[in-house]
């Protein structure tokens, strides 16, 4: 049985509904399907102690985003603003768009 493809794609609005980070809301930078985890934007910082050299030009304590499990985010909607599921609608044309649950509205422009 393969892995389902995940309904949350870059650029998509997230709210975290899990966890230390619960309520935050924030734009997706990146989706690893393979892993089943997302990175958010501004969302479980994180401290990295690096050795300066020939990719980092300064040493030191560096900040940043690190994954959360594709579980723990919800998409929010654009219309009607709230954290909803994404459903699937076949459009006349043939082609695959997200809708949102609570709206019915396309996500996806």
Do not use: Y
């Not at 393979?34 to 102690?49: F, L």
């Not at 304590?61 to 594709?70: D, Q, R, V």
């Not at 997200?98 to 709206?103: E, G, I, T, Y």
Request: hydrophobic letters at 35%.
């Amino acid at each position: 049985m393969g892995k389902k493809h995940p309904r949350i794609k870059k650029n998509d609005k997230v709210i975290v509904i899990t966890g230390k980070e619960k309520g935050k809301i924030g734009a997706v930078l990146k989706v690893d399907p393979e892993k089943e985890r997302v990175i958010v934007e501004k969302i479980n910082i994180v401290k990295k102690h690096a050795r300066s050299g020939p990719t980092t030009a300064q040493g030191g304590i560096i900040e940043k985003e690190a994954p959360l499990h594709i579980s723990n985010v919800m998409i929010v909607c654009n219309k009607c603003t709230e954290a909803t599921r994404v459903g699937m609608r076949i459009l006349e044309d043939g082609s695959k768009v997200r809708v949102c649950r609570k709206c019915d509205e396309p996500m996806d422009e």
